[in-house]
């Protein structure tokens, strides 16, 4: 069956502009959750979804970052006023369960604000 | 705060051989753990978990060890191929019984598979 889908999976941005970044989850999974990883690290917890609660938003490193997630499936990250330091990828994974079921990765989109 | 680390960054191995990666946690009450491949340019692929009620737990040609006295985690590749080379990472589960948790990883090891 189908994966966790993100797009884009390459975005090129200035420094200033928005972003959006969309992941499709795995159909069923009911938990949601977006990271981030820079060049050649582990990977940093942003925000969590239950449904369409985030009920754990305490990764998110700033006020430019924010997600929404609607009908239970599609999410999307919003980077205002990207900063080079937001260059990374951004992963999102999704799950059948919490607390003991593996989270299954998508691909990631590669940010580079220039 | 707590963390989960890595003994070994790099690790290289000849095709055929035994590989194991080690991982150390300090959180005494995590109660979960995952294993992650991850290849350059895609997502971390899941690859087994184990939960804090066992010490031992095997899949195909993986077998993934926990030591709750001394929090640590192994994941063992009989083997090893040259399609295993990749970064692997252990992860924990920070929020144990709790509504929701999120994932704690490591920094990775970087597992290379010489023919």
């Known amino acids: 069956g189908a994966g966790v889908s993100q797009s884009p999976s390459n975005k090129v941005t200035e420094k200033g502009k928005d972003v959006e970044l969309r992941c499709d989850p795995i159909?069923?999974?009911?938990?949601l959750y977006w990271y981030r990883q820079s060049l050649g690290q582990g990977l940093e917890f942003l925000i969590y979804f239950q449904g369409n609660s985030a009920p754990d938003k305490s990764g998110l490193p700033s006020d430019r970052f924010s997600a929404e997630r609607t009908g239970g499936s599609v999410s999307t990250l919003t980077i205002q006023r990207t900063q080079q330091e937001d260059s990374a990828v951004y992963l999102c994974?999704?799950?059948?369960?919490?607390?003991?079921?593996?989270?299954?990765f998508g691909n990631g989109t590669r940010l580079t604000v220039t | 705060g707590e963390n989960v680390g890595l003994h070994l960054p790099t690790l290289s191995v000849q095709e055929g051989d035994n590989s194991i990666i080690n991982c150390a946690y300090s959180n005494s009450a995590s109660d979960y753990f995952i294993w992650y491949k991850q290849e350059s340019g895609k997502g971390p692929q899941f690859i087994i978990d184990i939960r804090s009620n066992m010490d031992k737990r095997q899949g195909q040609r993986v077998t993934v060890l926990l030591n709750k006295t001394v929090k640590h985690l192994s994941l063992q590749i009989a083997a090893t191929q040259p399609g295993d080379s990749a970064v692997y990472f252990c992860?924990?589960?920070?929020?144990?019984?709790?509504?929701?948790?999120?994932?704690?990883f490591g920094k990775g090891t970087l597992l290379t598979v010489n023919p």
């Open positions: 994974a999704s799950s059948f369960r919490t607390g003991d079921s593996p989270l299954h």
């Open positions: 992860a924990e589960n920070v929020n144990p019984g709790g509504s929701n948790y999120k994932l704690t």
């Open positions: 159909s069923g999974h009911t938990a």
